[in-house]
């Protein structure tokens, strides 16, 4: 860890250069995300709704209970996991998989890997609308060749039936964040001292054996965070989904995201930010308990 | 001495930021000049450029005053100007919705509008004068036009009369859908509980109350009637057996591209289609009112917004004149063409534009006495939530997760308790 | 044999990748009339430039551009040397409440953008900063800072802290060290962040969205969603500006693509 070196005393002197090196971070954190934060967070104990905003008295856990009443919100919920546990785990796979065979230098690999990134470059409305053009039931591309194929009989309206709409936002979103992984596991990988693979060669461990017990668990704190972060990402940022269906039809891709940005266009903030407070204490949950499994807190 | 020369660059980081904050893009007003704000909400391109020219007209006429124009994309524009109109700084003119007239009102963030004492008032049909009070019983709006629907439909399509009633548009869809192409553009999507409605609706004929159009005469809900029930089987039906399945999630610009691309054969929409329409590859259609129920009744709300002016603006005499100027015969029926919209300049009547061709079906519906207008409980507390709840009901209940009388229960629930909540 | 398995499965997957974009660029070389039309073509009958033509006289596209470069240039470079010395310090020095700061970096991220938008708001116009880019840049960078800050600290513990203690007993005081010695080891991180930065301000529309509406302050995701209108989506034109707004950060992205492999992570290793 960092105390390698004796550290020099906390002194006046030093505190006062430590608080001035986090100063500009803080203050930029404070003012646009805690300050806001926190006025919304107590929206959500007023009645507080655009119909009439000259009252807005406060009303307990009232929005809490009407929220956590709602079936549709329970519906969100439910679309958030699996949103988030089937896209996770194929990017994830298939970015592990894809690292590891970018890992060893071959001819044309910077080539390859400029334009097999390109998604990360994009954003992630944009490719929510480019796939939602894609699965277009009428004009969309992918009908055309799955009818070309010979693997359907008739087009499919994938955005608009309840059985695949998810699953088609799910592809979109395993498309777009594969390239995250990718990146961020060969980086992983490259990380592993060469001298390890060495030792193992002299052991004379196979390759399977060298990646489970040398490569792995080196990388592995490095996975668990960037999981983390992943999963939180997902979650928060439902751009994809919001361009693609707009959690439709009939909810069947309405996300927690999605569902607290219709309770702000419906004009319900104290709803709204119920929602919201709702989706922070999971995700804090969450991210405590994943933490605490992964063993992430020792560094 | 480590700190400081540390503490220097972020000083002057932070400092950086600040200046670059304050001397951004936006400039302060000249002195003497009026510069006013104003923002549109159902932005379009070409809504937009037709509007600047109009500014321009009024600059001219107005030297000092200059307008700038502000054109939030369409999707997120009402959450836009509330969210201005929450600041109540830096805007005098906007567009009021129907939907949005009444919570801007409660709110008071709209100012007043003179009427009577304003010489194009008495232009203005007796529609849009009683549009421009409706909300709050104050002129908060001068509306720019209407929208009312009329059915589209193809004349090359096998279909020689149009369909009268919900009964025969059901069976002349039925026989239009084979292989690639469908008889009608259904409305699965945002809004689409809207044509549930205007089903219901006619199926409930006579007793409903025009004037609070979710409610009977009788103040029980118009989803509480066995009629409703058999409204939605035939809505039901119309879309499993006469529409495209990807309909569960058309909205406007899916139904119109279905129909000026051929993929339709039938389409209820607001009269600025007929534009698109025109310019589409589609060639033979023509324009009927729309159909009607079992009773005999057809029943819809005319949906309108127009502009208003806020109550905070610095500028209320320009920005008054401005709502004015655009509402005024020769702008409001250029814009009212533009847009193809419903005029609403007494004078637009003499206007060829408005009463040939594809117009032809407003007028014959302007004339019978079964087409019943009525007026929208846009001014109840639930009313955007209802919209966002039954837009989803009704995709729910297109996609077999609920049924007829489940959303029927739970519409009627809703507005039973609105009632409530309003007396 | 197993070369060939890789040289398939990676074909595969460039086909994957690359055909959407393929797509997009097809349909915005379309005519509109065969954007709509069946059979579907997969190469145009006759490519036209109409959309592109549309982007840069009807809408000033061009402008845009600009605000976009100017927007996420200026905010990523605040976020990285906001990052490196955050990052040094938490990396550095042991104190009190340091384990409070990561945790108050990490749960920014957890905040539903959507509850904070609206006061987020009322701070701004308080603040005098709508519509203003600068204002739209210091929101970008308290987006941004605990993520460049976590990132650089990572990388910070990487490097041996006998460096810098050398470079201090030769006399410099701890800044320069830290010029002289840090940034050229942190160089990879460095790029790495700052395009990382780029990126997510290029690509942002919901804030920029929410706090820019002037015409001549708009960023390319605000205009670009201006094509969604209610008449219709203007599939071509929405085609044509992705291309077009996919570029800079391709270029960004070919030119520093190596420091990206080797650093983005390399700070995250550490954890």
Redesign the interface.
């Known amino acids: ?5 004796a ?1 020099p005393a ?1 002194t006046v ?6 608080a ?10 404070a ?7 926190i ?3 107590v ?2 104990f007023q009645r507080y ?6 009252s807005t008295p406060f009303v307990g856990l009232e929005n809490f209970w009407s929220v956590l009443a709602e079936e ?1 919100f329970w519906t969100a919920l439910r679309n958030t996991g699996t949103w988030v546990v089937v896209s996770l785990f194929f990017q994830f796979f ?1 970015g592990f ?2 690292a590891l ?2 890992r060893r230098q071959f001819r044309g690999r ?1 080539l ?15 490719i929510g ?3 939602r ?2 699965f ?4 969309g ?1 992918i009908n ?1 060749l799955l009818l070309k194929a010979g693997i359907i009989d008739e ?1 499919i ?1 994938f ?4 059985g695949w709409a998810m699953t088609s936002v799910i592809v979109a979103n395993i ?1 777009y964040g594969v390239t995250f992984f990718a ?2 596991i ?3 990988l ?2 592993v001292p060469p001298e390890l693979y060495e030792a193992a060669s002299v052991d004379g461990a196979s390759r399977m054996r060298q990646f489970w017990h040398v490569t792995l668990p080196h ?1 592995r ?2 996975l ?3 999981v983390l ?1 992943r999963i ?2 997902i979650l ?1 940022f439902p ?1 994809l989904i919001y361009s693609m ?2 959690g ?5 891709t309405d996300i927690i ?1 999605t569902f ?3 309770q ?6 104290g709803r ?2 119920a ?3 709702l ?2 204490g999971l ?2 949950a969450f ?1 405590i308990f994943y933490l605490n499994v992964t063993r ?1 807190e020792r ?1 | 001495m480590t700190s400081s020369r540390l503490a220097a660059p972020s000083a002057l980081l932070a400092a950086a930021t600040l200046v670059l904050a304050a001397c951004g893009s936006g400039s302060g007003s000249s002195s003497g000049e009026v510069r006013l704000r104003m923002i549109e909400s159902l932005t379009s391109p070409d809504r937009t450029k037709l509007i600047k020219s109009l500014i321009a007209d009024f600059e001219k006429a107005n030297p000092g005053v200059t307008v700038e124009l502000v054109s939030p994309p369409l999707e997120s524009a009402d959450q836009k100007i509330n969210q201005i109109m929450q600041t109540k700084k830096d805007l005098d003119v906007l567009e009021v919705r129907d939907h949005t007239a009444k919570s801007m009102s409660n709110n008071g963030w709209l100012a007043e509008l003179p009427t009577t004492s304003w010489s194009g008032w008495s232009d203005l049909t007796d529609l849009a004068q009683k549009k421009a009070v409706e909300v709050g019983g104050k002129p908060y709006l001068l509306p720019y036009g209407f929208y009312q629907r009329t059915l589209f439909y193809r004349t090359d399509w096998g279909m020689t009369q149009p369909p009268t009633t919900w009964q025969e548009l059901y069976e002349a869809g039925k026989k239009m859908t084979t292989g690639d192409r469908f008889g009608y553009s259904f409305r699965g999507g945002k809004g689409g509980a809207d044509y549930a409605v205007m089903m219901i609706s006619a199926y409930n004929g006579e007793s409903v109350n025009p004037e609070k159009a979710y409610y009977l005469k009788d103040k029980r809900t118009i989803f509480s009637t066995p009629e409703a029930t058999q409204a939605m089987d035939l809505y039901l039906k119309i879309f499993k057996e006469a529409s495209p399945p990807d309909s569960v999630s058309w909205a406007y610009p899916e139904m119109v591209q279905g129909f000026t691309s051929g993929v339709t054969g039938m389409l209820i929409q607001d009269p600025e289609v007929i534009k698109t329409v025109q310019e589409s590859a589609v060639k033979a259609w023509s324009t009927s009112p729309i159909p009607k129920g079992p009773t005999g009744y057809a029943l819809q709300p005319v949906g309108y917004a127009g502009w208003g002016v806020t109550s905070f603006s610095k500028h209320q005499k320009e920005a008054i004149k401005l709502v004015q100027f655009l509402s005024e015969a020769k702008q409001s029926i250029a814009f009212a063409k533009g847009n193809s919209l419903i005029p609403i300049s007494k004078q637009a009547q003499d206007d060829p534009q408005f009463s040939q061709g594809a117009w032809k079906a407003y007028l014959e519906a302007q004339r019978d006495p079964k087409q019943v207008i009525t007026i929208r409980p846009v001014d109840y507390p639930g009313w955007s939530q209802f919209g966002i709840d039954s837009d989803r009901d009704v995709q729910a209940l297109i996609t077999g997760k609920k049924t007829i009388a489940e959303v029927l229960k739970s519409w009627d629930a809703f507005w039973a308790d609105q009632a409530k909540q309003v007396s | 044999m197993r070369r060939l398995g890789k040289v398939v499965v990676l074909g595969a997957w460039l086909l994957i990748t690359l055909f959407p974009l393929y797509w997009i660029v097809v349909t915005s070389l379309k005519p509109k009339a065969e954007i709509f039309s069946m059979p579907l073509k997969y190469w145009p009958d006759a490519i036209t430039f109409e959309h592109y033509a549309e982007l840069f006289s009807f809408a000033d596209f061009g402008a845009y551009l600009l605000n976009s470069l100017i927007v996420s240039l200026v905010a990523a470079a605040v976020v990285t040397v906001i990052g490196v010395i955050g990052g040094h310090t938490l990396a550095r020095f042991s104190f009190p409440g340091r384990g409070a700061v990561m945790l108050a970096f990490l749960v920014t991220q957890m905040i539903p953008l959507f509850i904070a938008l609206g006061p987020l708001y009322l701070l701004m116009s308080d603040l005098d900063l709508l519509n203003r880019l600068a204002g739209l840049m210091l929101v970008y960078v308290a987006m941004l800072v605990p993520f460049s800050t976590i990132i650089m600290r990572g990388f910070c513990e990487r490097i041996p802290a006998a460096l810098e203690e050398a470079a201090q007993v030769d006399g410099a005081t701890r800044l320069v060290a830290m010029l002289r010695v840090v940034i050229p080891v942190m160089l990879p991180g460095i790029a790495a962040t700052f395009i990382f930065a780029f990126v997510q301000c290029w690509n942002e529309l919901f804030l920029a969205i929410t706090f820019i509406d002037s015409e001549d302050s708009k960023t390319i995701p605000v205009a670009m969603n201006s094509f969604i209108t209610q008449y219709d989506i203007d599939w071509g034109s929405m085609a044509a500006a992705t291309v077009v707004s996919v570029i800079p950060t391709l270029v960004l992205f070919a030119a520093i693509r190596r420091y990206i492999v080797e650093g983005l992570t390399a700070g995250a290793v550490k954890g």
């Open positions: 860890m960092v105390a390698r070196h550290k906390f002197r030093r505190a006062r250069f430590i001035l090196c986090l100063l500009p971070g803080a203050v930029f954190v003012l646009f995300t805690y300050y806001p934060m006025r919304g967070a929206i959500a709704n655009l119909f009439d905003l000259t549709r298939l998989g894809l065979l970018l910077g390859y890997q400029a334009w097999v990134f390109f998604p990360w470059a994009m954003s992630g409305f944009l609308l480019l796939w053009w894609m277009n039931g009428q004009f591309v055309d087009r309206g955005l608009a039936s309840p498309w990146i961020m060969m980086a992983a490259q990380s990388i704190p490095t668990a965070l960037i972060l939180i990402w928060n751009d269906t707009g439709g039809p009939a909810g069947s995201t607290l940005i219709q702000v266009s419906g004009g319900d903030y709204a930010g929602v919201g407070m989706a922070l995700l804090l991210s992430m560094s």
